[in-house]
């Protein structure tokens, strides 16, 4: 015969360790709470993000395997045929081809001459202010009246460009209309656009740099000021600088307004970029799905650079 084996019951104190606090119960409740605020928070800026951002892309990925047209209401799939076309279009080889040479020239020279303004004003006395708005000027300014003045300036005939050319042995010369010149006349523009940028991006960081640090480096023996830049202010830079080069490689490849008012992709397609392709492709010559190919194209080079960012330039950064 089997014997029941009962088992001893809990005592008050146990039962009381066992189940949960009212404190506990309280920290739950409130956390739950947190939680919901937060989400509650967040949901409208994460439906922002994908009505404005996700879902427009989503839709140019769509649309550009079809052969659309705007203003037609017929659509049809037409799968990797745009791409096709893309790899045989000596325009948009020219156009891809110039947006790398504008990013390649404009992007190291805007940040080192941006680097090297940002120094000079740290260095600067009383005028340091008026210095500071004079280099910023030009972000603040609208892009498009700032290429109409540049446009009058360069002008071969009556602009600037004229009276000071002739100085240097450059009689005739043309700069926006030379097939050899236009391009590179527009990254010095670019260039004296971003600096500005750059430079106040680069004073914030400047800023951020104890002094103790160069004064213990002065005792370690870095007496003059190239050594204290290479061992304080260039490695403490890093993050600044690693910034600063992907959003200006970004807004290289955006150029748009300069091209479009100074030189309309031309002389010979010799100032052609991708983002003024893909303005003509879709509102001039209404190829809306072959245009959406160009943008998928654009956007992968902007994940490119994000991608080398965070995997890459992020391993070289040194965070104080």
Known sequence: MLKSISSPMPSPIELSTRLPSRQALRQVGLQTIQQRVAFALVTPATLLILILLIGPILIVVGLSFTDWQFGNPAMNFIGMDNYAQLTQDEVFRTSFLNTCVYSLVEVPLSILLGLLAAILIEMGGSLKKFYRAAYFLPVMSCTVAMAITWQFMLHPGIGLAAIVLPFFGLEGFELLQGQNTALFTLCGIGIWQNLGFNMVL???????????????????????????????????????????????????????????????????????????????????????????????????????????????????????
């Open 202 to 320: 680069f004073m914030a960081g400047l800023a951020g740099i104890p002094g103790e640090l160069y004064e213990a480096a002065e005792l370690d023996g870095a007496a003059n000021g190239w050594d204290r830049f290479r061992l304080v202010t260039w490695p403490l830079l890093s993050p600044v600088t690693l910034f600063v080069t992907v959003i200006t490689a970004i807004r290289s490849f955006q150029v748009f307004d300069t091209v479009h008012v100074l030189t309309g992709g031309g002389p010979n397609n010799a100032t052609e970029v991708l983002i003024y392709t893909m303005y003509t492709e879709a509102f001039v010559f209404f190829r809306t799905g072959y245009a959406a190919a160009i943008t998928v194209v654009f956007l992968a080079c902007v994940f490119l650079f994000t991608f080398i960012k965070l995997y890459f330039l992020e391993k070289q950064v040194h965070y104080k």
